[in-house]
């Protein structure tokens, strides 16, 4: 069994519309599924959301009646066959409705089941058949708009033209219908761009004298006055005895093809700008190693034309082994990004660094088909940073030299400190010593004038006044040390034979070194220089030195004394050793090494032993003031003494003077 | 009669001439007249006509050099005799030196009394 025919029946009248189903329901052929409605209010939502076969309408309705009733039902119901019923009395009304786009009219009370079911089935088929129709041509329609191309035909007589058709299309293509070319003759000519008419001209010249020129490409203004770019190819055409009798023209719209080649006519060009005008090396070559393109920079650079590049490869001109070596690079890039610094020799010999990227290049499928290489000169930079490096290395040193002084500066201002120190002890020392010696005098005179009442020799007294009188002795030995250590001598510079004064002094403490049983070696050097001295202040440092190294060795031991005369080729400095540096390098210095075989220093002492007071001897042994005192005369002789502990174990003072110029 | 050397002792501390008059006189060879104060000593001179004057240097308000030559410009005097007794100078000095600080012999001090006795005998008129 067919689908039934949805019908939707607006009729106000309920006898109406029971009589019409009635009718139709008694149809053999046919069935129907009703939807009634009473008022065009409730008919037009059921049409909006529903698809109905057809619409059978009353057009007086309670709230429309009728020509309206039909036009609002047509705008809803745009899609779908409308059969209007009328009564007797407006049968004109409804034969208007059908011009207007109904598919019949009934007029009701004159119809059966027979014409009933006939109209129905007539309004469905020619709605679908309108449908069809309207589809189709809305199809072509849009299928003829699509077109770009039209042609026309030039009648020619004697090889000029006397009529030309163009094609419908041609109005897509130009604004103008065949019908405006038909009546305007020149118009084909003056819709072409005025720079390219010559062309045209010439071009239908040519088929018109039966030739086949070659299809061109021009301009045309459209009626809108936008240019377009049209391809025009003509063929001529030829009866069947080969008499010329017009030829064809076919017109296509290349403005797309036209504009997007512009683009990239613009776009190649700013490229091509960027890399010639780069300040960079670009080449690129294809697998096989063989260039396939070079800036401008880079053929300047090999001095060939770009042609005489192009097809060849690095060893063209390149020395074997650096070609090699850049196709080891090639090789090394398919696949990845490759970036270094290359060092180079200019054919002056001069260095050259160049910084190189290679990156493959990929065709539309992503498959390798070669490589490009841009590289610069970066050897300004290089020497820059060069030169940057060295600036900093001599930045470097220069601060270690700074910070060297500095260090020289700082030990020379704690030598000063040192010595002013010294000064002020000495001042003080001369002080205090002068007003000692007063009391000293009066308790001196005391002991003597007690030792003189001493009628009965008393052991006791006379032992009690001699340790009183010793001491004052001792006391007043300070007191001398310490005037000694503070006075600014006169110095009685006089040459001196330098080996003679240190046998003399040695004599001096003879007695102390046999009963120390201290063995003496002399080592004296011969010739030496004479010296300028103050010979009784260099002998009394001599006692000092010779009397510390016997007191050093109670055990007795060997002293060595050695003398010799060297030129200065350096500032001698020992580790471990206090140093009064007066002597300059090339100098020649008379030296004293006077060792013993002791106990040597303590390290914590070393730097103490020129301290005024210092001593490590028992109380009454040593005042503290030998080595200071000491010092202080070689200082003033200009000379350095030296003491350091030998590794053997004991001690070495070195004195060192300056040989004295012999001109005086 | 008095057959005793007169010695005129100068010198600023008070405990010093006591005990050097006491050990001087002791000998029984010396009549001795102390002046602490400096400018008292030209006037005692000038009373005391002394054989010897052992004078001190470094005294306050006047040093013993001025009054050396205080004594030496008076006619009267000009031949006595003068010995520095000093702390100003050192054994070792004096000795360098032969004895004689400015024109005149010289002690250090701290001396003792035997060392004064020789010295005074040593320069005393004879």
């Known amino acids: ?104 009219y009934l007029v009701k009370g004159k119809v059966d089941t027979h014409v009933l079911v006939r109209s129905i089935t007539y309004a469905i088929e020619r709605h679908r058949a309108e449908r069809a ?62 720079a390219d008419r010559a062309a045209v001209i010439e071009q239908a010249r040519e088929v018109s004298h039966g030739k086949m020129p070659p299809p061109l490409e021009h301009r045309l203004l459209h009626k809108t006055g936008h240019v377009r770019w049209v391809r025009n190819a003509v063929v001529p055409c030829r009866d ?53 393109f070079a800036n401008q920079r880079f053929c300047a650079m090999l001095g060939k034309p770009l042609d005489e590049i192009v097809g060849r490869t690095d060893f063209d001109f390149y020395p074997p082994e650096l070609a090699a070596k850049y196709q080891r690079d090639d090789r090394y890039v398919i696949g990845k990004i490759f970036e270094t610094i290359e060092e180079n020799k200019s054919p002056l010999g001069e260095r050259l660094y160049v910084n190189v990227i290679k990156t493959p290049i990929h065709d539309v499928a992503g498959t390798i088909i070669g490589i490009q290489c841009i590289f610069w000169d970066i050897t300004e930079r290089k020497q820059f940073e060069e030169r940057l490096q060295k600036a ?33 002890i000495g001042t003080l020392a001369a002080g205090v010593a002068h007003e000692v010696k007063n009391p000293l ?181 040593g005042t503290g003031l030998g080595l200071p005192v000491s010092k202080k005369i070689i200082e003033l002789h200009g000379g350095s003494l030296d003491v350091r502990n030998l590794k053997e174990g004991g001690v070495q003072v070195r004195m060192m003077l300056k040989a004295h110029r012999t001109l005086t | 009669m008095n057959t005793k050397k007169r010695i005129l002792l100068v010198d600023d501390e008070k405990s010093f001439t006591n005990l050097l008059k006491l050990n001087l006189e002791d000998t029984g060879a010396y009549e001795v007249h102390v002046e602490n104060w400096a400018e008292d000593a030209y006037p005692a001179a000038q009373s005391f006509k002394p054989d010897l004057i052992l004078l001190d240097i470094i005294m306050p308000r006047m040093p013993g050099g001025n009054v050396a030559a205080q004594i030496k410009a008076d006619p009267a005097l ?21 004895g004689i600080i400015c024109d005149h012999p010289c002690l250090a001090k701290p001396a003792s009394a035997d060392e004064v006795v020789q010295m005074i005998e040593k320069h005393i008129r004879k």
């Not at chain 1, 939707?8 to 409605?37: A, Y």
């Not at chain 1, 299928?143 to 004697?158: A, G, H």
């Not at chain 1, 017009?246 to 060009?269: M, N």
């Not at chain 1, 004052?472 to 006089?494: C, P, V």
Request: one cysteine or more; aromatic letters at 6%.
């Open chain 2, 78 to 98: 000009k031949d006595t005799p003068i010995v520095f007794l000093t702390a100003a100078v050192r054994k070792h000095q004096v000795e360098e030196n032969d």
């Open chain 1, 133 to 194: 129709l309207h589809e189709s041509e809305h199809h072509y329609r849009h299928l003829l708009e699509s077109i770009t191309d039209y042609t026309y035909t030039v009648r020619l007589q004697n090889n000029l033209p006397t009529k030309t058709v163009h094609s419908p299309t041609c109005v897509s293509i130009t604004g103008y219908t065949p019908e405006e070319y038909d009546k305007d003759p020149d118009l084909w000519l003056r819709m072409i761009d005025p």
């Open chain 1, 240 to 292: 069947q005895n080969g008499k010329l009798i017009c030829y064809d023209g076919l017109i296509s719209d290349i403005t797309e093809r036209k504009l997007a080649e512009e683009k990239l006519v613009k776009s190649e060009a700013f490229y091509h700008s960027l890399v010639e005008h780069l300040p960079q090396y670009i080449f690129r070559k294809d697998l096989h190693e063989r260039f396939t």
């Open chain 1, 441 to 621: 005098a009066i308790m001196m005179m005391g002991i003597n004038y007690l030792n003189r009442k001493l009628t009965t020799p008393d052991e006791n007294i006379t032992t009690v006044l001699k340790e009183m009188r010793d001491a004052i002795e001792r006391a007043d030995s300070i007191t001398r040390g310490l005037l000694n250590f503070s006075a600014s001598r006169q110095l009685d510079i006089k040459p001196q034979d330098f080996n003679a004064l240190v046998d003399e002094t040695l004599r001096l403490v003879r007695h102390a070194l046999s009963s120390n049983e201290v063995e003496l070696i002399r080592e004296f050097g011969e010739k030496l220089p004479k010296v300028g001295v103050d010979k009784t202040q260099i002998q009394q440092v001599f006692v000092n030195i010779f009397m510390n190294a016997i007191h050093a060795m109670p055990q007795g031991g060997k002293l060595r004394v050695r003398t010799y005369a060297r030129q200065l080729t350096e500032t001698t400095h020992f580790e471990g050793m206090r140093k009064m540096d007066r002597l300059s390098i090339g100098d020649t210095a008379v030296i004293a090494d006077v060792e013993d075989t002791g106990t040597g220093i303590a390290d914590e002492h070393l730097t103490k032993i020129f301290d005024p007071f210092f001593t490590t001897k028992p109380t009454g042994v």
């Open chain 1, 1 to 104: 069994m067919e689908k039934p025919i949805k019908v939707l029946l607006v009729e106000d009248s309920p006898v109406d519309s029971r009589l019409l189903q009635l009718l139709l329901g008694e149809s053999k052929t046919m069935h129907f599924s009703w939807t009634c409605v009473g008022r065009l209010a409730d008919a037009l939502p059921k049409l909006r959301d529903e698809h109905f076969d057809v619409v059978l309408s009353d057009l007086t309705l309670p709230d429309s009646h009728g020509f309206e009733t039909f036009k609002s039902l047509h705008a809803q119901a745009a899609g779908m066959p409308i059969i209007v019923l009328s009564g007797t009395d407006d049968e004109n009304m409804a034969f208007k409705a059908v011009r207007e786009g109904a598919q019949d």
């Open chain 1, 392 to 424: 900093n290395e001599e930045l470097a040193r220069s601060e270690a030299a700074l910070r060297k002084s500095h260090e020289e500066l700082k030990s020379a201002q704690l030598q000063l400190i040192q010595a002013e120190k010294m000064e002020s």
